[in-house]
């Protein structure tokens, strides 16, 4: 979509680095320079005043996210590109669930938000698809959460780290800026299992486990 609107070579298209490294490829695929700014910490999703605040006359386009099924998280970066007068691209991870599937998604999720403690569970959104239900353990680093994850898959809990390394830490993308958020989030966010498969007992262990965890993993100062 990048070529067919016309971005090439001199443009600058901004980026999230928290995670989709193909988005920064195919940016420069397109003779164009991927520009990083930080997301929203709530949502994962692009931040649209971090994205404001990088625009520069050379710019001409925008990616945005809607991270882990966050669909409400890529408004804000519309109204910037109509603003600006800037391209908005989205691009959407997997497919949208068929309805019966992102009900069962959501009664997991308001099942998880009720009974979770030790972690701090996803912030409510209109519309959230749940597309992974992601958690931040407590603690100021990468070591909390990665043993945190570690001993909850001992628990026969199936959990993924979403994002190991942002873009911008990447050795083809490697660049010096302030990204605290995105930052942040690559440290401390875990994916939790909540697809429409698992059975109450499956849930039940997902809270037995994080909960017997939670309290053991104190914040580095």
Known sequence: ?????????????????????????????????????????????????????????RTAAIVAVPRFGYLAGVKPVRELGRRRGLLVVEHREGDVPEQSALAQRQVHAAYLDRRLTGVRT?????????????????????????????????????????????VHRLPAFRREVCLPETERAADETLALPVGGLLSRRDLQR????CNALGGLLQPAF
């Open 122 to 166: 996803p912030e409510a959104c209109a519309g959230h698809t749940y597309q992974q239900y992601v958690v931040r353990v407590p603690g100021n680093g990468r070591p909390d959460r990665d043993a945190f994850a570690r001993a909850v898959r001992r628990k026969g809990v199936d959990c993924q780290v979403p994002v190991k390394t942002p």
């Open 206 to 209: 997902v809270v037995a486990s």
């Open 1 to 57: 979509m990048l070529k067919s609107a016309g971005v090439g070579a001199g443009d600058e298209v901004i980026v999230s680095a928290y995670g989709n490294a193909e988005l920064a490829e195919a940016v420069r695929a397109v003779g164009a320079m991927p520009v990083f700014a930080d997301i929203d910490g709530a949502t994962y999703c692009l931040d649209a005043d971090a994205a404001d605040a990088a625009v520069t006359s």
